[in-house]
Protein backbone atom coordinates (compact mmCIF):
# COMPACT_ATOMS: atom_id res chain seq x y z
CA UNK A 1 0.00 0.00 0.00
CA UNK A 2 1.11 3.37 -0.78
CA UNK A 3 2.56 5.79 2.20
CA UNK A 4 0.32 8.52 0.70
CA UNK A 5 -3.84 8.65 -0.06
CA UNK A 6 -4.00 10.18 -3.28
CA UNK A 7 -4.61 14.01 -2.83
CA UNK A 8 -7.92 14.18 -4.20
CA UNK A 9 -9.22 12.38 -1.25
CA UNK A 10 -8.63 15.40 1.00
CA UNK A 11 -11.23 18.15 -1.03
CA UNK A 12 -13.90 15.37 -1.23
CA UNK A 13 -13.48 14.12 2.78
CA UNK A 14 -13.06 18.49 3.15
CA UNK A 15 -16.72 18.11 1.36
CA UNK A 16 -17.90 15.28 3.26
CA UNK A 17 -17.65 17.12 7.34
CA UNK A 18 -18.80 20.55 5.78
CA UNK A 19 -22.09 18.98 4.84
CA UNK A 20 -22.43 17.56 8.17
CA UNK A 21 -21.40 20.49 9.87
CA UNK A 22 -24.74 22.20 7.27
CA UNK A 23 -26.65 19.30 8.53
CA UNK A 24 -25.93 19.66 12.21
CA UNK A 25 -26.13 23.53 11.71
CA UNK A 26 -29.92 22.82 10.58
CA UNK A 27 -31.09 20.02 13.53
CA UNK A 28 -29.53 21.76 16.21
CA UNK A 29 -30.54 25.47 15.35
CA UNK A 30 -33.99 24.68 15.05
CA UNK A 31 -34.15 22.61 18.22
CA UNK A 32 -32.44 25.75 20.30
CA UNK A 33 -35.45 27.51 18.72
CA UNK A 34 -37.39 25.31 20.62
CA UNK A 35 -36.27 26.00 23.59
CA UNK A 36 -37.23 29.64 23.27
CA UNK A 37 -40.31 29.59 21.18
CA UNK A 38 -41.69 26.39 21.58
CA UNK A 39 -42.75 23.34 19.28
CA UNK A 40 -41.87 20.15 18.80
CA UNK A 41 -38.30 18.78 17.98
CA UNK A 42 -37.34 17.81 15.08
CA UNK A 43 -35.16 14.71 13.30
CA UNK A 44 -32.70 15.14 10.69
CA UNK A 45 -34.88 14.63 7.76
CA UNK A 46 -37.88 17.28 8.83
CA UNK A 47 -35.74 19.69 9.78
CA UNK A 48 -33.87 19.74 6.24
CA UNK A 49 -37.59 20.01 4.74
CA UNK A 50 -38.06 22.84 6.33
CA UNK A 51 -34.82 24.56 4.68
CA UNK A 52 -36.66 24.46 1.61
CA UNK A 53 -39.08 27.28 2.62
CA UNK A 54 -36.19 29.50 3.07
CA UNK A 55 -34.24 31.69 0.13
CA UNK A 56 -32.23 29.50 -1.69
CA UNK A 57 -33.30 26.19 0.13
CA UNK A 58 -33.27 23.93 -2.27
CA UNK A 59 -29.67 24.88 -3.78
CA UNK A 60 -28.66 24.51 -0.25
CA UNK A 61 -30.23 21.11 -0.53
CA UNK A 62 -28.24 20.16 -3.59
CA UNK A 63 -25.19 21.16 -1.73
CA UNK A 64 -25.76 19.22 1.58
CA UNK A 65 -26.67 15.51 -0.28
CA UNK A 66 -24.23 16.04 -2.89
CA UNK A 67 -21.99 16.42 0.75
CA UNK A 68 -23.10 13.53 2.61
CA UNK A 69 -22.28 11.61 -0.70
CA UNK A 70 -19.10 12.54 -1.30
CA UNK A 71 -18.55 11.94 2.81
CA UNK A 72 -19.94 8.30 2.20
CA UNK A 73 -17.72 8.19 -0.79
CA UNK A 74 -14.57 9.58 2.01
CA UNK A 75 -15.29 6.93 4.48
CA UNK A 76 -15.65 4.07 1.97
CA UNK A 77 -12.24 5.05 0.46
CA UNK A 78 -10.73 5.87 4.13
CA UNK A 79 -12.02 2.26 5.15
CA UNK A 80 -10.93 0.15 1.77
CA UNK A 81 -7.30 1.82 2.00
CA UNK A 82 -6.47 2.26 5.79
CA UNK A 83 -5.90 6.21 4.93
CA UNK A 84 -5.35 6.35 8.78
CA UNK A 85 -3.54 3.28 9.61
CA UNK A 86 -5.85 1.35 11.58
CA UNK A 87 -4.05 -1.98 10.59
CA UNK A 88 -4.87 -5.38 9.56
CA UNK A 89 -5.73 -6.89 12.64
CA UNK A 90 -9.16 -7.35 14.37
CA UNK A 91 -9.54 -4.25 16.03
CA UNK A 92 -8.37 -2.40 12.99
CA UNK A 93 -11.08 -4.18 10.70
CA UNK A 94 -13.93 -3.35 12.67
CA UNK A 95 -12.69 0.06 13.01
CA UNK A 96 -12.45 0.20 8.85
CA UNK A 97 -16.03 -1.76 8.49
CA UNK A 98 -17.69 1.04 10.96
CA UNK A 99 -16.44 3.69 8.68
CA UNK A 100 -17.75 2.06 5.81
CA UNK A 101 -21.08 1.45 7.21
CA UNK A 102 -21.69 4.97 8.61
CA UNK A 103 -20.24 6.57 5.37
CA UNK A 104 -23.05 4.10 3.88
CA UNK A 105 -25.48 5.53 6.44
CA UNK A 106 -24.77 9.30 5.20
CA UNK A 107 -24.97 8.62 1.57
CA UNK A 108 -28.64 7.13 1.85
CA UNK A 109 -29.37 10.46 3.85
CA UNK A 110 -27.35 12.41 1.10
CA UNK A 111 -29.81 10.32 -1.34
CA UNK A 112 -32.94 11.35 0.29
CA UNK A 113 -31.87 15.17 1.34
CA UNK A 114 -31.58 15.32 -3.00
CA UNK A 115 -34.95 14.17 -3.65
CA UNK A 116 -35.77 16.62 -1.26
CA UNK A 117 -34.32 19.15 -3.05
CA UNK A 118 -35.94 18.05 -6.28
CA UNK A 119 -39.64 18.66 -4.89
CA UNK A 120 -39.97 14.96 -2.85
CA UNK A 121 -41.87 14.96 0.73
CA UNK A 122 -39.57 14.03 3.53
CA UNK A 123 -42.11 12.61 6.00
CA UNK A 124 -40.64 11.01 9.36
CA UNK A 125 -41.83 7.51 9.01
CA UNK A 126 -39.13 6.09 6.90
CA UNK A 127 -37.37 4.45 9.75
CA UNK A 128 -40.40 2.46 11.00
CA UNK A 129 -41.30 1.90 7.54
CA UNK A 130 -38.10 -0.05 7.30
CA UNK A 131 -37.96 -1.24 10.45
CA UNK A 132 -41.55 -3.13 10.08
CA UNK A 133 -39.76 -4.54 6.81
CA UNK A 134 -37.04 -6.12 8.55
CA UNK A 135 -38.85 -7.12 11.42
CA UNK A 136 -41.21 -9.20 9.27
CA UNK A 137 -38.22 -11.39 8.17
CA UNK A 138 -37.10 -14.33 9.89
CA UNK A 139 -35.09 -12.97 12.87
CA UNK A 140 -35.80 -10.18 11.81
CA UNK A 141 -36.62 -8.55 15.51
CA UNK A 142 -33.09 -9.80 16.99
CA UNK A 143 -31.84 -8.74 13.97
CA UNK A 144 -32.92 -4.98 14.99
CA UNK A 145 -32.07 -5.17 18.50
CA UNK A 146 -28.50 -6.14 17.36
CA UNK A 147 -28.36 -2.70 15.39
CA UNK A 148 -29.56 -0.68 18.33
CA UNK A 149 -26.93 -2.43 20.29
CA UNK A 150 -24.37 -1.76 17.58
CA UNK A 151 -26.02 2.11 17.55
CA UNK A 152 -25.39 2.42 21.20
CA UNK A 153 -21.72 1.17 21.06
CA UNK A 154 -21.37 4.12 18.33
CA UNK A 155 -22.80 6.59 20.72
CA UNK A 156 -20.18 5.29 23.47
CA UNK A 157 -17.91 5.47 21.10
CA UNK A 158 -18.70 9.24 20.25
CA UNK A 159 -18.65 10.04 24.08
CA UNK A 160 -15.06 8.38 25.01
CA UNK A 161 -13.87 10.07 21.80
CA UNK A 162 -14.64 13.58 23.09
CA UNK A 163 -13.63 12.34 26.95
CA UNK A 164 -10.62 10.94 25.83
CA UNK A 165 -9.32 13.43 23.02
CA UNK A 166 -9.15 10.76 20.46
CA UNK A 167 -9.85 13.10 17.68
CA UNK A 168 -7.02 16.20 18.43
CA UNK A 169 -4.82 13.04 16.56
CA UNK A 170 -6.39 14.48 13.26
CA UNK A 171 -6.98 17.71 14.00
CA UNK A 172 -4.17 20.67 12.81
CA UNK A 173 -3.04 22.49 15.59
CA UNK A 174 -3.59 26.22 15.03
CA UNK A 175 -4.71 29.15 17.54
CA UNK A 176 -8.28 28.54 15.90
CA UNK A 177 -8.26 24.72 16.56
CA UNK A 178 -6.70 25.55 20.35
CA UNK A 179 -9.92 27.63 21.49
CA UNK A 180 -12.47 25.68 19.69
CA UNK A 181 -10.98 22.34 21.39
CA UNK A 182 -13.73 22.62 24.09
CA UNK A 183 -16.52 23.22 22.32
CA UNK A 184 -15.44 20.23 20.00
CA UNK A 185 -14.89 17.90 22.43
CA UNK A 186 -18.48 18.66 23.88
CA UNK A 187 -20.27 18.45 20.62
CA UNK A 188 -19.15 14.81 20.37
CA UNK A 189 -20.06 13.72 23.82
CA UNK A 190 -23.17 15.76 23.12
CA UNK A 191 -23.69 13.64 19.47
CA UNK A 192 -22.88 10.27 21.60
CA UNK A 193 -25.65 10.62 23.78
CA UNK A 194 -28.40 11.09 21.24
CA UNK A 195 -26.94 8.35 18.92
CA UNK A 196 -27.15 6.50 22.23
CA UNK A 197 -30.79 7.08 22.68
CA UNK A 198 -31.69 6.43 19.23
CA UNK A 199 -29.84 3.08 19.62
CA UNK A 200 -31.97 2.72 22.96
CA UNK A 201 -34.92 2.94 20.63
CA UNK A 202 -34.09 0.44 18.12
CA UNK A 203 -32.74 -1.97 20.86
CA UNK A 204 -36.20 -1.80 22.55
CA UNK A 205 -38.32 -2.28 19.16
CA UNK A 206 -36.03 -5.34 18.22
CA UNK A 207 -36.94 -6.79 22.02
CA UNK A 208 -40.74 -5.87 21.73
CA UNK A 209 -40.97 -6.74 18.10
CA UNK A 210 -42.70 -3.35 17.34
CA UNK A 211 -41.71 -0.50 14.41
CA UNK A 212 -43.48 1.97 16.39
CA UNK A 213 -40.66 2.22 19.21
CA UNK A 214 -38.36 3.16 16.47
CA UNK A 215 -36.66 6.65 16.63
CA UNK A 216 -34.52 9.54 15.93
CA UNK A 217 -32.75 12.73 16.57
CA UNK A 218 -36.18 14.41 16.58
CA UNK A 219 -37.34 11.46 19.02
CA UNK A 220 -34.35 11.44 21.15
CA UNK A 221 -34.51 15.24 21.89
CA UNK A 222 -38.22 14.61 22.56
CA UNK A 223 -37.29 11.79 25.16
CA UNK A 224 -35.06 14.12 26.40
CA UNK A 225 -37.45 16.77 26.83
CA UNK A 226 -39.71 14.39 28.55
CA UNK A 227 -37.38 13.58 32.07
CA UNK A 228 -36.87 15.14 34.85
CA UNK A 229 -35.00 18.52 34.40
CA UNK A 230 -35.83 17.70 30.94
CA UNK A 231 -36.00 21.03 29.59
CA UNK A 232 -32.55 21.83 30.94
CA UNK A 233 -31.00 18.85 29.30
CA UNK A 234 -32.43 19.47 26.24
CA UNK A 235 -31.01 22.63 25.94
CA UNK A 236 -27.76 21.65 26.74
CA UNK A 237 -28.04 18.97 23.96
CA UNK A 238 -29.29 21.55 21.52
CA UNK A 239 -26.25 23.17 22.11
CA UNK A 240 -24.14 20.31 21.95
CA UNK A 241 -25.70 19.83 18.64
CA UNK A 242 -24.45 23.14 17.86
CA UNK A 243 -21.30 22.40 19.24
CA UNK A 244 -21.02 19.46 17.16
CA UNK A 245 -22.11 21.17 13.47
CA UNK A 246 -18.86 23.37 14.71
CA UNK A 247 -16.71 20.20 15.32
CA UNK A 248 -17.56 19.01 11.75
CA UNK A 249 -16.53 22.47 10.54
CA UNK A 250 -13.40 22.47 12.04
CA UNK A 251 -12.57 18.48 10.57
CA UNK A 252 -13.66 20.24 7.04
CA UNK A 253 -10.80 23.11 7.20
CA UNK A 254 -8.11 21.54 9.62
CA UNK A 255 -8.54 17.42 9.32
CA UNK A 256 -5.68 15.76 8.32
CA UNK A 257 -5.12 12.24 6.73
CA UNK A 258 -2.23 10.50 8.13
CA UNK A 259 -0.94 8.65 4.91
CA UNK A 260 -1.30 12.03 2.94
CA UNK A 261 -0.15 14.88 5.90
CA UNK A 262 2.89 12.62 6.84
CA UNK A 263 4.45 12.03 10.72
CA UNK A 264 5.98 15.10 11.21
CA UNK A 265 2.27 17.49 11.19
CA UNK A 266 1.63 18.90 14.55
CA UNK A 267 -1.69 18.42 16.13
CA UNK A 268 -3.84 19.09 18.96
CA UNK A 269 -2.64 15.70 20.55
CA UNK A 270 1.01 15.77 19.44
CA UNK A 271 0.97 19.14 21.85
CA UNK A 272 -0.97 17.87 24.33
CA UNK A 273 1.47 14.58 24.25
CA UNK A 274 4.62 17.25 24.92
CA UNK A 275 3.13 19.08 27.59
CA UNK A 276 2.60 15.72 29.25
CA UNK A 277 6.32 15.10 28.69
CA UNK A 278 7.02 18.26 29.80
CA UNK A 279 4.99 17.75 33.23
CA UNK A 280 6.80 14.03 33.73
CA UNK A 281 10.17 15.78 33.86
CA UNK A 282 9.92 18.92 36.04
Not at 25 to 45: K, M, Y
Not at 158 to 177: A, F, H, M, N, S
Not at 205 to 219: C, F, I
Amino acid sequence: MDDKAPAWVVPVMRAGYGARALVYLVVGGLALSVVFWGGEAQGTQNALADLKQVTFGSLLLWIIGLGLIAYMVWRIIDAAMDLEDYGDGAKGIFARLAQAVTGLIHGVLGVSVIGLAMGQSGGGGGAKNWTARLMSLPYGPSLIAIVGGVVIAAGIYYIQKGLRGKYREDIRITPVTERLDPLMRTGLIAEGVIVGIVGGFLLWAGLTSDPGEVGGVGQALGYVRSLSFGAFLFAALALGLLCFALENAVEAIYRILPRQAGPDVATLASKAKAKAKSYARS
